[in-house]
Antibody, heavy 115, light 107 residues
């Protein structure tokens, strides 16, 4: 199992960014997937979830600004980040759902929101 | 949202010592609890899910227990490679929520 995030970078407040998570080594379409973030030196913060049937759930802090999606044909998970704020600065991880936990995580991608 | 209160915030342990980390949920989470280890610059690694099920490949010195609102992670014999930050996470209700972490160091 491998999860590889991409698409991070430095972006100005109010702008947008799209993160990708390329999955391999398992049947991607059969698993729910999460995005979790971690601000520098801080704890873990759950962001969003998409089920295998593409049902979605969001944290209140990102609802209406972020959109999680998936392309099962490409084995890829996405997170569209709009109207970015400085408090969205963090390492963003994708992770695979495993019962009540998350069993495989990507290496993370840094998103920095700053003018 | 379900609040997860983790303790202690930090601790140091000698090699071979037994270590216990506690996690308390603000409501009953019916064993929907996971534990993770995170090392500097790395992504978290799942240790325990369902409060007490050991994830594949995780050493048997790690164990989880608890029910209702009170849960714990035990390391039965501290090893050098067990240094890191440990997080609990509830997976019963969305939004999933994490404890604030316990930094474990070798004494």
């Amino acid at each position: 199992v491998q999860l590889v995030e991409s698409g991070g970078g430095l972006v100005q407040p109010g702008k947008s960014l799209k993160l990708s998570c390329s999955a391999s080594g398992f049947t991607f379409s059969s698993y729910g997937m999460h995005w979790i973030r971690q601000a520098p030196g801080k704890g873990l913060d759950w962001v969003a979830y998409i089920s295998s049937s593409s049902g979605t759930v969001y944290a209140d802090a990102v609802k209406g600004r972020f959109t999680i999606s998936r392309d099962n044909a490409k084995n890829t998970l996405y997170l569209q980040l709009n109207s970015l704020k400085s408090e969205d600065t963090a390492i963003y991880y994708c992770a695979r759902r495993h019962y009540s936990g998350l069993d495989y995580w990507g290496q993370g991608v840094m998103v920095t929101v700053s003018s | 949202d379900i609040q997860m209160t983790q303790s202690p915030a930090s601790l140091s342990a000698s090699l071979g010592e037994t270590v216990t980390i506690q996690c308390r949920a603000s409501e009953d989470i019916y064993s929907g609890l996971a534990w993770y280890q995170q090392k500097p610059g790395k992504s978290p690694q799942l240790l325990i899910y369902g409060a007490s099920s050991l994830q594949d490949g995780v050493p048997s010195r790690f164990s989880g227990s608890g029910s209702g609102t009170q849960y714990s992670l035990k390391i039965s014999s501290m090893q050098t490679e067990d240094e890191g930050v440990y997080f609990c996470q509830q997976g019963l209700k969305y939004p999933f929520t994490f404890g604030s972490g316990t930094k474990l160091e070798i004494k």
